[in-house]
């Protein structure tokens, strides 16, 4: 069984263009998490959302939009792509917001613009 | 600022010896510090988490130690196996933050020849 689960796995797309990536965790975690993971292996938090509110938002582009349904599901939805875009894109999960509990990662969704 | 860094940022070693993998950070006030393994197209894996208030966490062959005040972590891993090839990081959550926020560092990538 996939605990966290991203998709799609793979994205390919044109600068300027609007794309979204999907996640869902089936470990009824209270709380989600974005990573980028740029060229140089670095994970950077984006955005942390627990019980469906947002709780972290780092320094990133407003073309950049979270959106969480329901705690199970955190989309992320990505304006205007530019070519610094270009990234390994994390989600994660954790059962509350992460001082006691390991996050749990999905498996990533590599984004290229061309 | 925290920074966290991990040296080495590469290792080789031929099955059977023992890993030792190096995390540091600069400031002292953590919750935790998480290490995680990640494979080649992969998501993290987390191996080990150490709550500020203890030492050190094993989980089968691996070890890790925390000293906060000196601000280093040490993941031991016996006894390596070729299956033991991955990127490894380490993780630290600052207590500035109660909200999860994980701060990497770069990772340390191992090669296990047999």
């Known amino acids: 069984d996939t605990a966290v689960s991203q998709t799609p796995k793979y994205l390919v797309t044109q600068m300027g263009n609007d794309k979204s990536i999907k996640c869902e965790q089936n470990?009824?975690?209270?709380?989600m998490y974005w990573y980028k993971q740029d060229s140089k292996k670095f994970l950077k938090i984006m955005f942390s959302y627990n019980n469906k509110e947002l709780i972290i938002n780092e320094t990133v582009p407003n073309r950049f939009s979270p959106k969480s349904p329901d705690k199970a599901h955190l989309n992320l939805h990505i304006n205007s792509l530019e070519l610094g875009d270009s990234a390994v894109y994390f989600c994660?999960?954790?059962?509350?917001?992460?001082?006691?509990?390991?996050?749990?990662f999905g498996d990533g969704t590599r984004l290229s613009i061309l | 600022k925290q920074e966290v860094t991990q040296i080495p940022a590469a290792l080789s070693v031929p099955e059977g010896e023992n890993l030792v993998l190096n995390c540091s950070f600069t400031?002292?006030?953590?919750?935790?510090l998480q290490w995680f393994r990640q494979d080649p197209g992969k998501g993290l894996t987390s191996l080990l988490l150490?709550?500020?208030?203890?030492r050190e966490q094993t989980s089968g062959r691996l070890n890790a130690s925390l000293d906060k005040s000196s601000g280093r972590s040490t993941l031991y891993i016996a006894a390596s196996q070729p299956g033991d090839s991955a990127t490894y990081l380490c993780?630290?959550?600052?207590?500035?933050?109660?909200?999860?926020?994980?701060?990497f560092g770069a990772g340390t990538q191992v090669v296990v020849t047999p």
């Open positions: 150490i709550q500020s208030s203890q």
């Open positions: 400031d002292s006030a953590i919750y935790n």
């Open positions: 994660a999960s954790s059962q509350n917001p992460g001082q006691v509990q390991p996050q749990h």
């Open positions: 993780a630290v959550s600052p207590t500035t933050d109660s909200w999860g926020k994980l701060q």
């Open positions: 470990l009824g975690h209270d709380t």
